[in-house]
């Protein structure tokens, strides 16, 4: 079956790093995706990983490892907006998204 | 670039009645258009593909003939929830595919439906 995981909820403090991990089984491999999500709003695009490496964009970085399933997004100098739920997604072979729960991130000041 | 829109952004109707929502891409052709709906604190679940000009494809356990999605064009999709039930209370959210991407989805601002 097709499986995406990825921690339900975390907290972290105001100018700190947090890094959210995804981990996933699917069938076939054309990109992980993160996506940020506000209560209430549509998700809107952060990143998208095809190839192992680090991508780094701003404050945000993601990282793929496609041998071990796995990939992380990292948010540096957190700020109060980046509280929302962080989306994890594959496109399958047929480059249809597979879509993770959903990472509630809580930042505290 | 790449701008999605739906419409309306929030609709209330009673049982019984139906009700459609609209997903036009603005800037680009979409050739794929897509129709999540998302339960509160939920993540997105798909509920159907549609390619402009052909039937839709719905996703297991979607009802076809309660969520009509009509791809008439390569700007414009809907979708029709008809004899709408409260648990069909939801937020509706459309992507679409196209223009200089072939694997990224842009997501319109979603519709909040309640059914009363």
């Known amino acids: 079956g097709q499986n995406i995981d990825q921690p339900t909820e975390m907290t972290a403090t105001e100018g700190a790093i947090v890094q959210i991990n995804c981990t996933y089984q699917?069938?076939?491999?054309?990109?992980l995706f993160w996506y940020q999500q506000h209560a209430g709003e549509a998700p809107t695009f952060l990143s998208y990983?095809?190839l192992d490496g680090l991508e780094e964009k701003g404050r945000f970085s993601s990282f793929l490892s496609r041998s071990k399933g796995y990939s992380y997004l990292l948010l540096k100098e957190l700020q109060m907006k980046d509280s929302a739920s962080y989306l994890c997604?594959?496109?399958?072979?047929?480059?249809?998204?597979?879509w993770g729960a959903g990472t509630k991130l809580i930042i505290k000041p | 670039g790449a701008v999605v829109s739906q419409h309306p952004s929030w609709v209330i109707c009673k049982s019984g009645t139906s009700v459609k929502i609209e997903c036009r891409s603005l800037?680009?052709?979409?050739?794929?258009m897509f129709w999540y709906r998302q339960f509160p604190k939920k993540s997105l679940m798909l509920m159907a593909t549609?390619?402009?000009?052909?039937?839709?494809?719905?996703e297991q356990g979607v009802e076809k003939d309660k969520f009509l999605i009509n791809h008439a064009s390569l700007t414009l999709s809907t979708l029709t929830v008809t004899s709408a039930h409260p648990e069909d209370s939801s937020f509706y959210i459309c992507?679409?595919?196209?223009?200089?991407?072939?694997?990224?989805?842009?997501f319109g601002p979603g519709t909040r439906l309640t059914v009363t």
């Open positions: 800037d680009f052709q979409a050739t794929t």
């Open positions: 549609s390619n402009e000009g052909s039937k839709a494809t719905y």
């Open positions: 997604a594959v496109a399958d072979s047929n480059y249809q998204l597979i």
């Open positions: 699917t069938s076939g491999f054309n990109g």
């Open positions: 990983n095809v």
């Open positions: 992507s679409a595919r196209g223009g200089d991407s072939d694997y990224e989805q842009y």
